[in-house]
Each structure stands twice: as structure tokens, then as C-alpha cells.
């Protein structure tokens, strides 16, 4: 085996009333921070907090709370022109994925030329060193907190961007569970699935190694074991910090290993439908587990026997048989939509398919898949998934 390189924040402080070093840990980078976040966090006083914590520590500050939706190209340039006119040398990111991804994208683009979708597939390298990034993650799901990869959709072409290179890595991680105890219910369960989604992506990755699987095997556990109760009592702190912290270390799995199908095709899905990722992941779990299964046997199974430890004396297909069972009842007893009960109209859908097939294989993750798909072979998954139902007639055992 090659060795493995292991790409991690600077410092990560985690647990119940670390937002509260945001200010000590800004005043060690910079002077002026632009605060990136959104209406949301500004509403719950988050973002007023923040501002009290910075100023404790005499750092001034300016605020971008525009983001409303998931990232894009416009919210990146919008929020670097700020910098640039407020003279800001640290960003600080407070919200979800969303507000995570546009500061990376901000933090690297301050210090480096060109626009956000040049440096796509290692067209153009990071050469200067970004800002400063204290990222502060307020959902337990994206993990980007610690990770080195930004999503960024390009308005101009209607393709979302995996970027990932290690500028992108934040310098500073703060993730306290009370942040996410506002998370609605809705927001909980695409934010659970995309976390769940990363940790198997992670173990089944055809770049998996030893130090990934140990995040990875762990964080769908704590997940599995804790995203009902969240989802059903949000004011449940421990299953938060269990959620939370899961979503982290799924989110360091990923980001040293890889994703893979599903990630592929649920970019498109956000670009052209607005699905927000967590949701379009799963939406696409179970059918490309389904479709993946045969060649990844064996590691679906010691996934099953992990999450199960009463699991005995039966094959690794009927772990792995049982897993991708329970996965799907997950969903359903989650509420998951399909895109039809989403909205999308099967026509526009009909319409995109070829062009959704090339962005997903384009994007290289379905290149780490166990299976990897052709274009046409994932055409037909996203037909399949289109109006997907979660009944368990073809299943025989669940654990759920």
C-alpha cells in the first residue's frame, strides 16, 4: 500500500460552548474578520454572538449574511468584493455547508487570482496561501468544517463544482452541538443522510484506507444510533453532540479518501433542481447501493457487522443484504421525498438526463465508485430514483 497522506484543520475544538473561543482563536490570525453566515443565523442571534466574541477580543468585523440557498459562484464574488473593500485578513464561516463552502471559496480567492470555477479538476493549483478560516459549522451534516473540498455551483453553465485541493482546508474548526439545536427537522434529516452518505462513500471509496475506515465505521454508528432522536427531538443535546461529532469525522473520511456515485450524480441534481444536497443524496442512497452491492460485498458486510454487533452466524450478503435494508427504512422513517413528491416534473427531467449523466461522470467521483457506472447506466439510476419508493416488500430483514 502507498502511504496515505492525512489532511486535518490546524486545530479542531470541539464541545458544548467552544463558539466562544472564536474570538481568542481570531485574534491570533488577523485584525478584521468578514464574518460569512446567513439570514437564519442572524435571526437566532448566532450572528450577534459572534460579534460579542470578537469584540471581547478587539477584532473588528464586517458582516455577509446573503447566502440563501447553496453555494454559488455569485455568492463567492459578492462576498470577496466585500473583503476586498473592507480590508478584512480572516474569514470566519457561521451556518452550514453552505455558508462553509463560499468562505473556503472567499478565504483561497483573496489571495489568489482568477475565478472559483479555474481551480475545478486541478486546472489551476493554489499557489498563494489563503486567508485565515475559522469555520464554525451549525448543522451536523456537510463535515466541511474539516474538510479540504468547497461545492460551488457555476451559474453560467448550471454545473456544480467539487473543488478540492488542501488551500481549502479551514485553519481553525469550532464545532459546539448548541449551535445545532435550532437545526429544523427537515434540515435534520437531509443534513443526517449527507453526513451518512459521506461515511459509507468513504468505507466502500475505491481510495478507503485504514485511517478513513476507523472515521468512517464510527460515524455511521453514532449516526444510525442518533439521527431519529435528533430528527424527532431536535432539543435532545446528546443525540446533537453524537450527531455533530459524526458528521465531523465523516467529513475527515471523505475528504481522505473520497465520495463516489451517489455525490456524482446529486451535484447535477442541486445545479439544475435546486435539491438541496443532503436531500438529493438521499434520494440516490438506496438505488445506488443497490446498484453498487455486487461489488462491494464485502465491505457493506463488515459495515453491517459493526452497526449490528448481534449479527451472527449469517453470510456477508445477508449483512450487506440487511444494511442496505435498513438504510432504506432510515429514509423513509425520515421522510424522505423522491423528486417526483419533490416536485421535479418529469419532463424537464426527461429533458436533462444526458447532460446530468456527463456532469456527474465529469465531477470524478463516480470514478471511485466499487462499480463505475457508464453514462447510460446512470441514466437509468436516476430514472430509477426519480419516483423511488421506500417500501420494504423486496426486503426481507431489517433491524430497524
Known amino acids: 500500500m502507498n502511504g496515505s497522506a492525512v489532511h486535518l484543520p490546524r486545530s479542531i475544538y470541539y464541545g458544548q460552548g467552544s463558539f466562544e473561543r472564536v474570538g481568542e482563536e481570531a485574534a491570533k490570525l488577523g485584525q478584521k474578520a468578514l464574518i460569512i453566515s446567513d439570514n437564519v443565523m442572524r435571526d437566532l442571534g448566532n450572528v450577534e454572538r459572534c460579534h460579542r466574541y470578537l469584540e471581547q477580543a478587539k477584532v473588528d468585523y464586517v458582516d455577509y449574511s446573503d447566502i440563501v440557498s447553496e453555494p454559488t459562484d455569485q455568492y463567492v464574488n459578492e462576498a470577496l468584493q466585500l473583503k476586498k473593500i473592507e480590508n478584512c485578513d480572516i474569514v470566519i464561516a457561521l451556518g452550514g455547508g453552505s455558508c462553509i463552502d463560499t468562505a473556503k471559496a472567499v478565504a483561497v480567492l483573496a489571495t489568489n487570482s482568477g475565478d472559483i470555477s479555474d481551480y475545478m479538476n486541478f486546472k489551476t493549483l493554489v499557489k498563494n496561501k489563503p486567508l485565515p478560516l475559522i469555520a464554525i459549522p451549525t448543522t451536523a451534516g456537510t463535515g466541511s468544517e474539516a474538510t479540504d473540498v468547497t461545492v460551488i455551483t457555476n451559474t453560467s453553465n448550471d454545473v456544480k463544482m467539487m473543488i478540492k485541493q488542501p488551500a481549502f482546508m479551514p485553519e481553525i474548526a469550532i464545532v459546539d452541538p448548541v449551535l445545532a439545536l435550532s437545526s429544523p427537522q427537515k434540515t435534520t434529516a437531509a443534513t443526517g443522510v449527507d453526513a451518512l452518505t459521506h461515511a459509507i462513500e468513504a468505507y466502500i471509496s475505491k481510495k478507503a484506507h485504514p485511517f478513513t475506515d476507523q472515521l468512517a465505521l464510527s460515524a455511521i454508528k453514532l449516526i444510525t444510533e442518533n439521527i431519529l432522536e ?10 446533537r453532540e453524537k450527531m455533530i461529532y459524526a458528521s465531523m469525522q ?13 455525490h456524482g450524480m446529486s451535484r447535477p441534481l442541486g445545479a439544475l433542481f435546486h435539491v438541496p444536497h443532503g436531500i438529493s443524496n438521499a434520494m440516490l442512497l438506496p438505488v445506488v447501493l443497490h446498484y453498487s452491492k455486487e461489488s462491494c460485498i464485502d465491505r457493506l458486510a463488515q459495515i453491517g457487522r ?14 450487506a443484504d440487511i444494511l442496505v435494508s435498513n438504510i432504506l427504512t432510515l ?3 425520515l421522510d424522505i421525498p423522491n423528486l417526483k413528491t419533490w416536485g421535479v416534473k418529469e419532463d424537464q427531467f426527461n429533458r436533462v438526463l444526458e447532460k446530468m449523466a456527463r456532469d456527474a461522470l465529469e465531477s470524478g467521483s463516480p470514478g471511485n465508485n466499487p462499480k463505475v457506472p457508464t453514462e447510460s447506466e446512470i441514466i437509468s439510476l436516476y430514472r430509477e430514483a426519480f419516483a423511488f419508493e421506500y417500501s420494504l416488500e423486496s426486503h426481507s430483514k431489517t433491524m430497524i
Do not use: P, T
Open 230 to 239: 435528533s430528527y424527532h427531538n431536535g432539543a435532545n443535546v446528546e443525540a
Open 250 to 262: 465523516a467529513g475527515i473520511a471523505f475528504s481522505n479518501s473520497s465520495v463516489c456515485l451517489v
Open 306 to 319: 459493526y452497526v449490528y454487533q448481534d449479527l451472527k452466524g449469517i453470510s456477508d450478503r445477508e449483512v
Open 331 to 333: 429514509c423513509r422513517d
